[in-house]
């Protein structure tokens, strides 16, 4: 530890404020225009695509994000306060344009004192996070600022282990990102199946069969209740979570464990307000949080035909919660869809499930690599494991 030495983030870094881009242009349809939030940031630190914001306004020039831009989140609207301050970076992309949006800082480096990459895990570490959100202000939302930001302290090693550090944990990341990729590829494998005969009705056997009013004979239009039910999530407070096996299941992702379940698995989760239209698969039992709502009883059709049909239903129509997007069960009557014979649903289940085999041992892997760089994060930035 003779080594390392006291810095001040303000004495080696800047952040820079977002624009405040017109909320008449902000969508939800995918335009490829995507404007940052701090819905972006993952628990934790890093970037995700699961809440992105869309804008098809006037784009100023000086407010377009680079891939590899360093970003930090300076507003949080949960209850524990568990993303602000948490560092990102920009993904590479050939299509998406990403917007500097207000409430998001850029950061940029006034010197070559720190490793770029020490100090972006730096600030996904849990001692600086807290620091960041003991001090915030505000009530509902919570608010941290350049400058708070920039007071931080904190004792850091020579550069060169600096840096031996950033490219040790950065690795876990890169294979995380990879197997995400390969996760994304498995889902549009099987998407594109179900549409092409479910929604395109190049179903085997189509040749020979009727169809009347967009109908295949041996088919049913139902509404979307008919064949499945959501049900409510149930209560369970920050401090209630305990390590144990079962996972608890929030909107759009894992946000916990538990050592109780509620819900036998496999099922289906969905968010309840705001994330209308994001699905998890869950395999094993689980603990559905009461900000979600689930599907456990799939009526004799199969997980994995039920888990594509939700992916081309467009829910976000039945938005009860005025600015922020709700699903009201009461009117899920009111989509239509088509029901086909069960022995083709079980044909596309049976051509699917080694695809979904693979992406849930593809999950695991990413969970294992989450687990391990987590565990590690503190242990190199406190110097307790050497490099």
Not at 29 to 44: E, Q
């Amino acid at each position: 530890m003779s080594e390392w030495k006291k810095v001040k983030l303000g004495d080696i870094l800047e952040i820079k404020h977002g624009f405040a881009f017109s909320g008449e242009h902000i969508i939800e349809d995918d335009n490829n225009i995507v404007l940052v939030t701090p819905g972006n940031f993952r628990i934790g630190g890093g970037f995700q695509e699961k809440k992105c914001k869309f804008f098809d306004g006037e784009i100023p020039q000086d407010y377009i994000l680079k891939e590899g831009d360093f970003i930090v989140t300076m507003t949080d609207l949960s209850k524990t306060i568990d993303t602000l301050g948490f560092s990102a970076y920009i993904p590479k992309s050939d299509k998406r344009i990403y917007l500097h949006n207000q409430r998001i800082g850029l950061v940029s480096f006034k010197n070559d004192e720190c490793d770029r990459g020490y100090i972006y895990w730096l600030m996904r570490t849990r001692a600086y996070q807290r620091t960041i959100a003991n001090t915030s202000t505000g009530s509902t939302v919570h608010h941290t600022s350049p400058t708070k930001i920039c007071d931080y302290e904190c004792f850091v090693p020579k550069k060169s282990t600096q840096h031996r550090i950033a490219t040790i944990l950065s690795r876990y990341d890169s294979l995380i990102e990879n197997y995400q990729k390969q996760i994304k590829l498995l889902e549009e494998a099987a998407q594109r199946l179900y549409k092409e005969w479910f929604v395109d009705l190049r179903f085997p056997g189509h040749e020979n069969t009727k169809i009347v009013d967009g109908v295949p004979e041996g088919w049913e239009k139902k509404n979307v209740n008919n064949i499945l039910t959501f049900h409510r999530g149930y209560d369970l407070t920050h401090k209630e979570f305990v390590d144990g096996p079962y996972p608890v299941v929030g909107s759009t992702s894992i946000i916990g464990n538990h050592n109780k379940y509620k819900i036998e698995g496999p099922g289906i989760v969905t968010g309840r307000s705001g994330s209308l239209g994001v699905y998890q698969l869950i395999w094993d039992n689980y603990w559905p949080h009461n900000t979600s709502l689930y599907i456990s009883d799939f009526k004799g059709h199969n997980v994995f035909y039920i888990y594509c049909l939700l992916k081309t239903v467009d829910f976000t129509t039945l938005n009860s919660g005025g600015a922020i997007p709700s699903l009201n069960r009461n009117t899920l009557s009111n989509i239509s869809v088509m029901e086909p014979p069960m022995n083709l649903q079980a044909k596309f289940s049976k051509i699917v499930m080694p695809m979904f085999k693979r992406l849930r041992h593809l999950q695991s892997q990413i969970r294992l690599l989450a687990e391990a760089r987590d565990r590690l994060l503190p242990k190199l930035m406190s110097g307790e494991i050497l490099v």
